[in-house]
């Protein structure tokens, strides 16, 4: 058995395309892309779609502060930016 890749928050923003969707459920992380255009039902899923995430399974999510870090330094680069704009 192949091992299991681990993602963190920073590895799936690579993720976040119409070429390659990967989502983060229950911890476990997932490539939805092939169901991009498919209608989901509005409150839960079927067992059926439930069912389909066993193939789809890509890797473990792992939490970590990298979307904060990269929010967090949105405003320092906007406000630099505006510095060197007002010089």
Do not use: Q, W
Request: charged content about 30%; glycine content about 6%; hydrophobic content about 40%.
């Amino acid at each position: 058995m192949s091992e299991i890749k681990v993602f963190t928050t920073a590895d799936l923003s690579n993720h976040k395309t119409r070429d390659s969707l990967y989502l983060a459920i229950g911890g476990n992380v997932y490539d939805c892309t092939k169901f991009i255009d498919e209608a989901f039902e509005d409150v839960g899923h079927s067992e059926e779609a439930r069912d389909l995430l066993k193939n789809m399974l890509v890797g473990k999510y792992k939490a970590d502060d990298s979307a904060k870090k990269a929010k967090a330094a949105a405003p320092k680069a906007a406000s630099a930016s505006a510095s060197s704009d007002a010089g």
